[in-house]
Structure formats: C-alpha cells, structure tokens
C-alpha cells in the first residue's frame, strides 16, 4: 500500500486545458512537497506546502494543501507542451522522502 | 554552480556481476541521499548519510546493497550478485542536512542500471 496514493496515473491533454492533479492519504503530514521530473533528470523541488489550507501559486501551476493536511493537489491552468512531465508528491519522514508513484502529464500542441 | 553528479549515466552488466554507482554531491551539503526509480514509478528511498554516517539504511532491499561516504563528500552506491530485478534509475540527492524543515533535497540526473 502506498502511504501517498496520487491521481490519475496519466494525463493526456490539449495544450490550453486545465487539470488537476490529487495526492492522498490516509496519514497527516507536517508538509507536502511537489515535484516535477523530465526524462532522464532527477526531480525539482517546486513547492513545499506547510499549513493546512495553504495556496501558493507558483505562475499558472497553483498548489493547495487539504486543511487536515492528509491530501494536496495541483493545479495547472492553461497547460503548455513545456508542463510536459511526470509531477511527483512527496513527504518528508525524518530526512528521507516518500513519494508517491507520480501523474505522468502529456500536453499536446 | 555545478549541480549533483553521477556517474555512469549508463551501466549495462549480467546477473551476478558486481557494480559501483558513484555520486558527487554539491559542495558544501552535508547530507547525501540514494533513491531508486523504477519504470513508472516515483523513486523509492534507499539509504541517507548525514556526514560519513548512514543515518538511515533502512531503504536498503537486502545485503547485496551497501554504500559508503568515506570522507563525507562523494558517495558510492555498491550492488553484489546484481540480479534482473535490481534494473532501475539510481538518484541520489544532496542537501544542506539542517534545518530539517526547510532542507532542500536536490537531485543528479540519475545513473540507469539495465541487468540483462
């Protein structure tokens, strides 16, 4: 059982579209991060989120933390070919991340 | 600044061989982190040195696997007996090491082991 379940696996999309990308738990965190990967690199930070209910926007990609601070999602508005990756939410226990197995994302021109 | 690197970024060997993954963090982090990726999956933690510590190993599927920091800054990741199942990427990441809750891991690009 994975402790940080993300959905959907895959999303294939028209450049334009919005979407959405969810990272659950049954477990509660003291932070959430999210990361994106492209082929053949390691993953990048893009935000950590802290307190529960936070949103930070971060230019068309907006991060939400659930107020329970069990569950995340990501928002993309108006996704570009350049969003084109595999998106990965990821907790910190004691210095090590868990990540979930990630929302592979594919924007088509 | 030069980012985290690994070497090799391809290593092709047979079921049974011995191979080293190598890994230079950036200078100056004192933490150092070995993940796992398999096809379509996120990456799966493997061990963490603070210094020239393990601080924890308990990602490590079995004994095949050990790694070792000797002098605190470049680490190697060492496989035995490989077998098919062991194909994978091999990331390892590196960070400051503190303060814990804004410690930011950054990732090399990855080393491919195919076990044919």
């Known amino acids: 059982t994975q402790l940080l379940e993300q959905s959907p696996q895959f999303l294939s999309i028209q450049e334009g579209e919005n979407l959405t990308v969810y990272c659950n738990s049954s477990?509660?965190?003291?932070?959430l991060q999210w990361y994106r990967q492209e082929p053949g690199e390691g993953p990048v930070l893009l935000v950590t989120?802290?307190?529960?209910?936070e949103v930070k926007k971060l230019k068309r990609l907006t991060f939400q933390f659930g107020d329970a601070r069990k569950d995340s999602s990501l928002h993309i508005t108006a996704a570009q070919p350049g969003d084109t990756g595999l998106y990965l939410c990821?907790?910190?226990?004691?210095?090590?991340?868990?990540f979930g197995q990630g929302t592979e994302l594919s924007v088509k021109p | 600044g030069a980012g985290v690197s690994q070497t090799p970024s391809n290593k092709v060997t047979e079921k049974g061989k011995y191979v080293e993954l190598r890994c230079d963090p950036i200078?100056?982090?004192?933490?150092l982190y070995w993940y796992r990726q398999s096809l379509g999956q996120g990456p799966e933690f493997l061990i963490y040195?603070?210094?020239?510590?393990?601080?924890?190993d308990s990602g490590l599927p079995n004994d095949r696997f050990f790694a070792v920091r000797p002098e605190g800054s470049v680490s190697t990741l060492k496989i035995q007996r490989t077998e098919r199942g062991d194909s994978a990427v091999y990331l390892c990441?590196?960070?400051?090491?503190?303060?814990?809750?804004?410690?930011?891991?950054?990732f090399g690009p990855g080393t491919r082991l195919t076990v044919l």
């Open positions: 990441a590196s960070s400051w090491g503190r303060p814990r809750d804004t410690d930011t891991q950054y």
């Open positions: 477990s509660v965190f003291s932070s």
């Open positions: 989120v802290v307190t529960g209910g």
């Open positions: 990821a907790a910190d226990q004691g210095g090590k991340l868990i």
């Open positions: 200078s100056g982090h004192t933490a």
């Open positions: 040195f603070q210094g020239t510590g393990a601080a924890d």
